[in-house]
């Protein structure tokens, strides 16, 4: 299966290690597999493949993820697709540096 690549450089994504219990929440509701759990702890695989949804920050019980949901290039695309007014996902428009 494809990975989809979706923000460059990082994203509203944040995951706080200290407060994390390792319960594995955010890893079974990620739909791109941006998480894993090592050494009883979350960590952060792949911050590219965050689309922003939120599922994870809205499925952690300890509050230890935080993001921006509705930013970002997913939004973008769905904003544009939707008819909707869009100031755009952020990403460069020359081709050899745009994450979308």
């Known amino acids: 299966m ?4 979706y923000l460059l450089n990082g ?3 944040a ?3 200290e407060t994390c219990i390792g319960c ?8 791109h597999d941006v998480f894993l759990v090592e050494a009883g702890k979350a960590r952060i695989r792949d911050r590219a493949l965050c689309m922003e949804c939120g599922a994870c920050s809205r499925n952690c019980p300890v509050g230890a993820l935080g ?3 509705g930013v970002g290039c997913a939004a973008a695309i769905i904003a544009g697709k939707r008819g ?3 100031s755009g996902c ?7 540096s745009s994450c979308c």
């Open 11 to 13: 994203s509203s994504l």
């Open 84 to 86: 909707l007014a869009s």
């Open 24 to 31: 594995g929440s955010c890893v079974e509701v990620c739909p």
């Open 90 to 96: 952020g990403c460069s428009t020359d081709s050899s």
């Open 67 to 69: 993001v921006s949901s």
């Open 2 to 5: 494809r990975e989809w690549r």
């Open 15 to 17: 995951l706080d290690a």
